[in-house]
């Protein structure tokens, strides 16, 4: 699998000129119907077919799925078409997973539209829909034929779209490049030059899906701040107004798990203390209750890393250094939830 940093105006016409797909198809969701498919509509072929979704991690799910497939088989589509994934992460994850189980799968390509999707979820192969309220717990490994990445798209997101891409960034320096987490925890967010910290992203997570493509070992030190993170965005979906962005659900992660970290003896107080400061100046604080502890404990039980009934975390063993498959109590998860509380 190629990624390619470049103007999309140039990759994409690049990528389809070697190609003789049957026919191309595009999903988009109703912002980037609006912002993003007019900068490729003129390159892609005059009968495409467009496929439009509702936005959001709401939406990703098998009903959804559903739909996407019934258009592809109401137009007929052969094994040698081409589906487009045009947005941000719940367009990559569930437009992959659709291209790759419609006739025992289909080629894809990913051209992500976020900071979220650019520097994580469009490179690694890993597809998938949420199911019954857990996240990611259908799915498939499968790389797209490429991911074209557009910096200029970034100009497409909201602050807080933004904001909760970045951090992905900041997991990514934490678990492999100290110097750089110092660097970019020295400004605010925002003075960052993310042209740079995307292409620093997506090599350091090319180099670890590369050598663990299936998750079987290294590769786990990618879901730093997801396990308790993604139980906090999982329970929070349905709660209306208290719904956060994955990027705020992980933050809180790096936060409870930094204190997990600090509680093993892995990394220092200091350590602790400079990662939650940065956090909490950068994301604020999610307002969770003591009460939600053991519903949101008990979301982590259906988390993908786990053995058995033996919940398995990655946890920093240093600023730039991060192990895998450390099993963590439920006590140990509660004390690490009412210190981000507290």
């Known amino acids: 699998m190629s990624v390619q940093i470049a103007s999309i105006s140039t990759s994409l016409p690049a990528f389809l000129a070697h190609k003789n797909y049957s026919r191309v198809i595009v999903l988009v969701d109703e912002l980037t119907q609006k912002h993003c498919l007019p900068k490729i509509e003129n390159i892609l072929p005059k009968n495409y077919i467009k496929v439009v979704i509702k936005s959001g991690e709401a939406n990703k799910n098998l009903t959804t799925c559903v739909k996407i497939w019934e258009v592809m088989t109401q137009a007929n589509l052969d094994r040698h078409a081409l589906m487009i994934n045009l947005g941000g992460g719940v367009i990559g994850d569930m437009g992959g997973f659709c291209a ?10 990913q051209i992500p539209t976020t900071l979220l999707a650019q520097v994580d979820a469009s490179v ?8 019954q309220g857990f996240k990611n717990h259908l799915g498939v490994f499968q790389l797209p034929k490429t991911v074209l990445i557009d910096p200029n798209f970034l100009e497409t997101l909201t602050e807080r779209e933004k904001r909760s891409g970045f951090a992905e960034i900041i997991k990514h320096c934490l678990i492999r490049d100290a110097a750089k987490w110092s660097e970019i925890s020295q400004v605010d967010w925002q003075e960052n030059n993310f042209a740079t ?3 620093h992203s997506v090599a350091i997570k090319e180099a670890i ?13 990618l879901n730093l701040g997801h ?3 993604h139980a906090v965005e999982t329970f929070l979906l349905n709660q209306g107004k208290r719904k956060i962005l994955h990027g705020e659900a992980v ?11 600090y509680e093993r003896g892995l990394i220092s107080l200091a350590e602790l203390e400079e990662i939650e400061a940065y956090l909490f100046a950068t994301y604020g604080k999610v307002t969770i ?8 404990i008990r979301l982590t039980m259906q988390d993908k890393k786990n053995l058995g009934n033996e919940v398995r975390f990655s946890l920093l063993t240093g600023i730039g250094d991060c192990g895998y498959d450390i099993p963590v109590s439920k006590a140990e998860m509660k004390k690490a939830l009412q210190y981000y509380i507290g």
């Open 289 to 296: 209750q003591e009460s939600e502890i053991p519903e949101i």
């Open 100 to 109: 790759s189980t419609y006739k025992r799968g289909i080629d894809f390509i």
């Open 197 to 199: 910290l995307v292409a």
């Open 251 to 261: 933050a809180v992660g790096i936060i409870t798990e930094a204190f997990l970290s």
């Open 209 to 221: 899906v590369t050598e663990d493509p299936k998750e079987a070992g290294i590769r786990k030190i």
């Open 227 to 229: 396990t308790l993170g």
């Open 124 to 131: 690694g192969g890993k597809l998938g829909i949420d199911f």
